[in-house]
Structures are given as C-alpha cells and as structure tokens.
C-alpha cells in the first residue's frame, strides 16, 4: 500500500493561461482536486510557466474528484477554474 507524502499546501490552482501556471515547488507529482460539487473543469498540463508554452496535455477533472499528476520539476499545472485546487505530493511504499 502506497502512503501520501506531503510536500506543500493545498492553494487554489492559477487560472486562465499558462502564464499562471505553477510547477508547485517543482514537485514530481501533484494531487489535483476539484472541489465543485457540480462542474468539471479542465486541468492543462504546460512545459513551462509562462506565456506561448507548449501544452503536454489536459484533462477534464469530474467534480468531486481527485487525480494525481505526475510532471517533471519544471512542468507545470494551470486550471479554467478557482475550484480547482493542487498540492506537490510524494507516493511512498
């Protein structure tokens, strides 16, 4: 059974461009929430903060729900939406 690892706060993820893009500490692996009981909202994967980047990927997070991220130190993490909320983890054996 793998246990969590707590690497940093939970905050709000930084919405509307990659501009506002967090690597969260340069975590590896980021526990991503989506805290809206009603709405998914996407969730894009960058290769860098900051404007113009290229784009890794993206997912729509279902409400209520919990994915785990896994990015290099660099990669970053930004959300269409406030509800959405990350926090940098560890998954330990």
Same mark, same amino acid.
């Given at each position: &059974?793998? =246990?969590?690892?707590?690497?940093?706060?939970? /905050?709000? &993820?930084? #919405?509307?461009?990659?501009?506002?893009?967090?690597?969260?500490?340069?975590?590896?692996?980021? =526990?991503?929430? !989506?805290? %809206?009981?009603? %709405?998914?909202?996407?969730?894009?994967?960058?290769?860098?903060?900051?404007?113009?980047?290229?784009?890794?990927?993206?997912? =729509?997070? +279902? +409400?209520?729900?919990?994915?785990? /991220?896994?990015?290099? +130190?660099?990669?970053?993490?930004?959300?269409? !939406?406030?509800?959405?909320?990350?926090? +940098? #983890?560890?998954?330990? !054996?």
């Amino acid at each position: &059974m793998s =246990r969590l690892l707590l690497k940093g706060e939970e /905050v709000n &993820m930084g #919405v509307t461009s990659s501009a506002n893009a967090s690597t969260f500490s340069n975590a590896t692996v980021v =526990r991503v929430v !989506n805290a %809206s009981t009603t %709405s998914p909202f996407l969730v894009t994967h960058v290769a860098a903060v900051g404007a113009g980047t290229t784009v890794i990927g993206s997912f =729509r997070i +279902p +409400p209520s729900s919990v994915e785990y /991220v896994e990015k290099k +130190p660099t990669e970053a993490l930004w959300a269409a !939406n406030a509800s959405v909320k990350g926090a +940098p #983890v560890g998954l330990t !054996n």
